[in-house]
């Protein structure tokens, strides 16, 4: 290469998760190689703002939100491939071309589709998923619907709307407590980190999980909790022809792996590569790399599954098609436990964001009538 890559990194956003997406953003600029790639910051604030280099900067430095800011407002621009400001006395960063984006927005509006699209107006490549994949990754429902018809084994479970339950608690309870059975963990079905999720042992503790859920998300997903069982990752990496990486235990330190487990009290622990039989350790990469393909998933994405001590009998979890990249983060620390390193990594998922871009790029966008039809 004769020159550098611009790549934009985005990050914070209107999600749940903003914090675990300032450090995720901390460690990847960290770890990008200044000598291939030119780093541009591109933060949104928890209100939505976006902001230029300097402001993310403040941003990934302060952790907090910040105030008095000039407003940014950008369009998708094809022609210039970049998110063009069209305030006149704005001079961003994010209005020059980038050559691929990095989005590291866990959670709403940046791992659902949303900022996807956006991207795909711009015709920017750009890393992970795309707007479908990405959108039936998040959706927990969906997910597991498409998951049952692939036959990729899931645990029971049953959704509905929280407006419906709120009109009559008691008749959506009966009918939870008659299809499953307790302990239950209980959803909001389009977040991550385990926020909003809670694991309920009887009616009492399934009601206030599902007031809980409701605060988060429009839909609700109960499903079957799997006894003594023990929550392995695998981490996914490709495009068409996707590759699995050894699979990984999380020890949680709470009951389950919930967010102050996850990011809060520095307990849990991970043991790579997780001790299992080689057949089961088959099994459980053959399921990730199906659930990838089936939906639609690009780039990368880290498959959660449940295995049962017992028996070693594998449920698949869910998927995660924007995973964490902080410095305890799985999907990096999996492919590191396979002979890749985090910044190989790192590589690797521009390389294959530029590759998926030039494909899409070939096919037609026009159609040439043999009447013209519309000019009557």
């Known amino acids: 290469m004769t ?17 675990v997406s300032l450090v995720s953003a901390t460690s990847v600029i960290n770890a990008l190689d200044k000598e291939k790639y030119e780093v ?43 998110l063009m ?40 490549p750009y890393v992970g998923a795309g707007v479908l994949g990405s959108a039936v990754g998040m959706d927990k429902v969906i997910q597991k619907e498409l998951l049952k018809q692939a036959k990729i084994p ?41 926020v909003g999720i809670s694991k309920a042992h009887d009616r009492k503790e399934l ?68 001790k299992l039989p080689r057949a089961i350790v088959k099994d459980i990469q053959k399921h990730a790399v199906a659930a990838f393909r089936v939906l639609d998933c690009a780039g990368m994405a880290r498959v959660d599954f449940l295995v049962t001590k017992a028996t070693n009998k594998i449920f698949l979890n869910e998927i995660n098609t924007l995973p964490g990249f902080t410095s305890i983060s799985m999907y990096p620390k999996l492919w590191q436990a396979s002979g890749l390193s985090y910044s190989q990594l790192l590589d690797k998922l521009i390389e294959l964001a530029l590759e998926r871009h030039s494909a899409k790029t070939a096919l037609k966008t026009t159609y040439q009538p043999k009447n013209a039809w519309y000019k009557e």
């Open 40 to 82: 541009v910051p591109i933060g949104i604030s928890p209100e939505g703002r976006w902001l230029s280099s300097a402001e993310a900067l403040r941003l990934l430095k302060e952790k907090t939100s910040i105030t008095n800011l000039p407003e940014h407002v950008f369009v998708p621009d094809p022609h210039h491939k970049a």
């Open 85 to 124: 400001a069209i305030n006149a006395e704005v001079s961003s960063s994010a209005s020059k071309p980038v050559d691929v984006i990095f989005p590291l927005i866990h959670g709403t509006y940046g791992e659902d589709g949303t900022i996807q699209g956006l991207f795909e107006l711009a015709d920017i």
């Open 154 to 194: 899931v645990t029971a479970d049953y959704s509905f709307l929280f407006e419906h339950y709120q009109s009559n608690p008691k008749k959506h309870i009966a009918v939870v407590e008659k299809k499953l059975r307790y302990p239950l963990f209980v959803k909001p079905p389009n977040l991550g980190s385990s």
């Open 207 to 274: 009601a206030a999980a599902i007031e809980l859920a409701g605060q988060y998300d429009r839909k609700i997903l109960v499903e079957q909790g799997v006894k003594n069982a023990r929550e392995i990752e695998c981490s996914v990496l490709g495009n068409d022809d996707p590759v699995s990486s050894i699979p990984g235990e999380i020890i949680p330190s709470n009951e389950f792996y919930d967010y102050d487990a996850k990011y809060v009290d520095g307990k849990s622990r991970a043991e790579i590569p997780a």
């Open 3 to 19: 020159s550098r890559l611009r790549i934009g990194v985005i990050f914070g956003g209107r999600s749940a998760e903003h914090e």
